[in-house]
């Protein structure tokens, strides 16, 4: 059973400075998007449970770190396939679907699963599973919580908010796995030594020909609003007394 | 502009409110009958999984300038196949929508800590992020219903249950609960909460998605509903990020929580530190003090 598993890096949405309303996104450290994680400790899973191979399938939209490559193989990834140039930059999810399926192809990746978070932590926008799947003509399972293989078929519990729905198909199939699905690995130091060693190949997205519709940002600014940050500590009374004032104030309580 | 719409029933009405503003002529196709002033309505039975959708729809969207669909998860899926099979540009989770020389939209992104302006050209497909829309009603100008037939690859084993009728996003009072509440049964405590101040109770992702205590639709946050009460009271709850900005746009907040250095403390109005057991009890206490006083 080879899996391939699509990992993205991202600045560490959670460090990121914000200066007169705008985000410093390229001073926050570069880690491993959140979901993408799951991803990864699925394919070793998999990998563990059935026998085969794990590729991990990177392409560079911006963040970079050498070190953050090497936790990706740490966690019983095989090899990693990384595309970069500035054909790739930036957010645009049919460009980056593309990119990793030409070079599927391109490399003659085997593959019977290919796993996915089911968002980035930086953009989330859900697409690149989905259209990873339409450009290789393969089933889309999206939004798995959880997820088991049988003679090759894939039956996923799709996790939505009207509740859950289980589906299933053949292999190989593309599917996107939430964060409730397993329990990421940490790698331990030796593992991530060991690591370093292992194939990094990298691809020009140049040759990729990749062609896609452009999506233009106009603009960035940081979500955040200020609040009045009075704290209570220490004094339970008083915490009463306060949360009932703010009440009647609102006139919640009737 | 043209505008084809596609959705499920419950959000149909919201969905069309999105679109009114950008559209001359607005399309629908959702399965069931649901009254939304638009110039046509389809109702198609018979799909059952997003591969159907997204074949049939593939043909429909030849003719419009804009398809537009509610960001539930289903329909990201379904849009984003869309976009990559006509080559369109797709933009997920939109906030708004603008029309100049093409299609302005904005979207939240770092989880939550940013807020992007897109430009695409169009024909596009887009999802909205519906939480800040009011449903319109109103009688279609036609309405077809038809059955498709659909045979996919993607089986579905087992249905979904059905979407319960509780809308957060008009909640003026929110009791919120994350892991700092230790068991399921603990709710019953919120539940007494939440009735004697006519709240909702909403939750984390954890909450709802590891442990299952809530349903799926009572989670706030990046992947959940966004809300705008009066009063977001957060019990428990670290306030990471995509938590937090689920409740951006609540008029106060106040968070109680035992560790004084929680994430929370920096986005809340009021920040107690407490434990969540000894506080609730003393404010049911409070507010039924309260109200005695106020009877008499
Ligand atoms: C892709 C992605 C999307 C996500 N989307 C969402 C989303 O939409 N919504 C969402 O909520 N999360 C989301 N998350 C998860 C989010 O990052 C956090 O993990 C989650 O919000 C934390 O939930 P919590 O605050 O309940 O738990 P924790 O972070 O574990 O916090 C529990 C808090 O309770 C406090 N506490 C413990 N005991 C007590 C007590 N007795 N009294 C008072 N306080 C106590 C602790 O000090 C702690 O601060 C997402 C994650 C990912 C990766």
Redesign the pocket.
């Known amino acids: 059973m080879d899996v391939i598993a699509c990992v993205k890096l991202v600045y560490d949405e959670a460090q990121i400075p914000v200066e007169d309303g705008n985000l410093l996104i390229e001073q926050a450290p570069v880690k491993i998007s959140?979901?993408d994680l799951n991803a990864l400790e699925e394919a070793a899973q998999i990998k563990e449970r059935e026998e085969g191979n794990v590729t991990a399938i990177v392409v560079l939209t911006g963040p970079f770190d050498e070190a953050v490559l090497n936790e990706v193989l740490a966690m019983n990834v095989d090899r990693i396939i990384i595309v970069e140039g500035k054909e790739v930059r930036g957010h645009n999810p049919y460009r980056t679907a593309q990119a990793i399926s030409k070079v599927i192809q391109r490399e003659n990746i085997n593959y019977d699963i290919i796993l996915c978070g089911?968002?980035t932590?930086d953009q989330?926008s859900c697409a690149l599973p989905a259209i990873v799947g339409e450009m290789l003509s393969i089933p889309v399972i999206t939004f798995a919580g959880r997820l088991e293989i049988n003679k090759g078929r894939i039956r996923a519990e799709r996790y939505l908010e009207s509740g859950f729905e289980v589906v299933e198909a053949p292999l190989p199939a593309v599917a996107s796995v939430t964060?409730e699905i397993n329990e990421p690995r940490i790698p331990t130091v030796l593992q991530i030594m060991k690591a370093k060693k292992k194939e990094k190949t990298k691809v020009k997205a140049s040759d990729l020909d990749l062609n896609y519709p452009d999506i233009e940002l106009i603009d960035m600014k940081a979500y955040m609003r200020e609040r009045l940050r009075q704290r209570i500590e220490g004094d339970m009374n008083k915490a009463i007394g306060k949360i009932m004032r703010v009440f009647e104030e609102k006139g919640v309580i009737r | 502009m043209r505008a084809l719409l596609f959705s499920d029933p419950s959000n149909l009405p919201k969905l069309v409110s999105a679109s009114k503003d950008i559209a001359e002529e607005i399309h629908a196709i959702t399965w069931e009958k649901i009254a939304v002033p638009v110039d046509r309505l389809e109702v198609i039975k018979g799909a059952l999984v997003n591969d159907c959708w997204v074949s049939q729809l593939h043909e429909e969207i030849k003719t419009f300038d804009l398809m537009l669909m509610p960001a539930t998860r289903d329909s990201k899926e379904i849009a984003s196949r869309l976009a990559a099979k006509r080559g369109l540009p797709y933009i997920s989770g939109a906030l708004s929508l603008k029309a100049s020389d093409g299609l302005l939209t904005t979207r939240v992104v770092f989880g939550g800590r940013g807020i992007e302006e897109l430009k695409i050209s169009m024909p596009a497909v887009i999802t909205v992020n519906l939480d800040v829309y009011e449903p319109s009603f109103g009688e279609p100008k036609s309405v077809e219903e038809r059955k498709i037939e659909c045979s996919s690859k993607i089986s579905s084993i087992k249905e979904r249950e059905r979407k319960t009728d509780v809308d957060l996003t008009k909640a003026q009072v929110i009791i919120s609960v994350?892991?700092?509440l230790k068991k399921k049964e603990d709710l019953s405590m919120i539940k007494e909460l939440a009735s004697l101040l006519g709240a909702e109770i909403s939750c984390?992702?954890?909450?709802s998605a590891d442990l299952k205590w809530l349903p799926e639709e009572r989670?706030?946050?990046?992947?959940?509903v966004k809300v705008k009460p009066k009063i977001y009271l957060a019990?428990?709850?670290?306030?990471?990020i995509?938590?937090a900005v689920?409740f951006r746009d609540a008029d106060t907040v106040i968070a109680?929580?035992?560790?004084p250095d929680?994430p929370i403390s920096e986005i809340s109005d009021y920040f107690i530190v407490e434990?969540?057991?000894e506080f609730v009890p003393k404010l049911i206490k409070a507010i039924r003090e309260k109200r005695k006083e106020k009877s008499n």
Do not use: F, K, W
């Open positions: 959140d979901a089911e968002g932590s989330y964060p | 994350g892991r700092g984390t992702r954890p909450i989670h706030v946050g990046m992947t959940g019990l428990g709850i670290s306030g990471q995509q938590h689920g109680v929580n035992t560790d929680a434990n969540l057991y």
